[in-house]
Structures are given as structure tokens and as C-alpha cells.
């Protein structure tokens, strides 16, 4: 006895093909979205390819090659380091506190992804060691009746230690100062 199938219309080739036509679609998109990046304004995108700063993009849409490489975005403008307390003594003994604001940008953002500190940790302690090594040699009277002269320097006295991880210090602020007197000043002062 020979059974003869039915011939179907044609539908099970055709949701196969939708099925099919589908995937690849999906498949597609993933890929675009995974190849595409958005750098925002203000922020430079660093490719990173086995570890190492391939290329830097501004911007606007990047392309990576998924899986083998990755983007760091870095803010060009990034927030103050706002406060920042330092603690020193002055050249004739006399021990300050500093609050400060610090203004800073990245200069070359390759440098800043490649070094391995937080940038802004690393640019406060520059900042930190520069005020420290500006305030030892003044006199507390010089540091009092010329601060605004003794912190324009700032920024020229931190820029060799900041620049090794790209970063510029533009300006510094001095928002409040607390001088701790010992003994024997204050004997001289009454």
C-alpha cells in the first residue's frame, strides 16, 4: 500500500525563511550596535586594544571591533578638585591649613588612560605636593599680605608634576586658610 503525503501551500518554507531572514537581521543589528560608540561632547574616547591606547577619537560615533577592543571616554573639562585641604608649615615654623579649589584639564587623554593612577587622586596630590613646597618658603607675613601672588604660582610650580599623566592645573583658589599659632607666637603677637 502506497501512502501519499499531502503537498502543503508553501506556508512551512515561508516562516522558515522569516525565521531565518530574522536572525540575520538580529544578528546584524547586535553587531552594529556592538561596533558603534557615542563619544559625548566634551569627552575624548581612547581606543584601547590589547591593553595599549590605539588611537583617540573626539566627538561624535566611533567605531571599535567588538571583543578586541574597548573605548575609555575621558572628560576634557573634568569637575574641580573642590576642596582640597593641605596641611604645611610655613619657612619660619608656623603651621597653615589651606582649603583650596583646583581648575584642571586633561591635556592628552592617551597619557591619562594609560597612566595607572585616578587621575584626579593623582592630580590632587600634585597640587597637594606643589602648595606644600610654595608655602615652606614663605614667611607667614609674606604668605598673609601676598597670597593671591604666592598661589599665582601654583599652577606653574604643579604643571611638571601633573603633566607626567597628562593633566594641565590651570588656576587654584584659595577658599579658606586656618593658621594654628603655637606658644611661643603668641606671646610675640600680644
Given amino acids: 500500500m502506497v501512502c501519499a503525503l499531502p503537498l502543503e501551500d508553501g506556508r512551512?518554507?515561508?516562516?522558515?525563511?522569516?525565521v531565518v531572514a530574522g536572525a540575520v537581521l538580529a544578528t546584524a543589528l547586535a553587531t552594529g550596535i556592538a561596533l558603534l560608540r557615542v563619544v559625548p561632547a566634551g569627552h575624548c574616547?581612547?581606543?584601547?586594544?590589547?591593553?595599549?591606547?590605539?588611537?583617540?577619537?573626539?566627538?561624535?560615533?566611533?567605531?571599535?571591533?567588538?571583543?578586541?577592543e574597548r573605548i575609555e571616554m575621558v572628560a576634557l573639562r573634568p569637575p574641580p578638585i573642590d576642596p582640597l585641604g593641605v596641611t604645611t608649615l610655613t619657612r619660619d615654623g608656623v603651621e597653615v591649613h589651606l582649603i583650596v579649589s583646583v581648575l584642571w584639564s586633561v591635556?592628552?587623554?592617551?597619557?591619562?588612560?594609560?597612566?595607572?593612577?585616578?587621575?584626579?587622586?593623582?592630580?590632587?596630590?600634585?597640587?597637594?605636593?606643589?602648595?606644600?613646597?610654595?608655602?615652606?618658603?614663605?614667611?607667614l607675613a609674606h604668605l598673609l599680605r601676598d597670597r593671591e601672588d604666592?598661589?599665582?604660582?601654583?599652577?606653574?610650580?604643579?604643571?611638571?608634576?601633573?603633566?607626567?599623566?597628562?593633566?594641565?592645573?590651570?588656576?587654584?583658589?584659595?577658599?579658606?586658610?586656618?593658621?594654628?599659632?603655637?606658644?611661643?607666637?603668641?606671646?610675640?603677637?600680644?
Fill in 107 to 139: 591635556a592628552d587623554p592617551t597619557c591619562a588612560v594609560n597612566s595607572a593612577l585616578d587621575v584626579r587622586a593623582a592630580t590632587a596630590s600634585a597640587v597637594e605636593r606643589g602648595l606644600r613646597h610654595l608655602i615652606a618658603n614663605v614667611d
Fill in 45 to 68: 574616547g581612547v581606543v584601547i586594544r590589547a591593553g595599549r591606547a590605539t588611537r583617540l577619537r573626539r566627538s561624535g560615533l566611533v567605531m571599535v571591533a567588538p571583543g578586541i
Fill in 12 to 18: 512551512g518554507m515561508e516562516s522558515t525563511v522569516l
Fill in 150 to 190: 604666592v598661589l599665582s604660582q601654583l599652577p606653574a610650580t604643579t604643571q611638571p608634576l601633573a603633566e607626567h599623566f597628562g593633566v594641565e592645573v590651570i588656576d587654584v583658589d584659595l577658599l579658606d586658610a586656618e593658621l594654628r599659632v603655637g606658644p611661643e607666637l603668641l606671646r610675640l603677637l600680644t
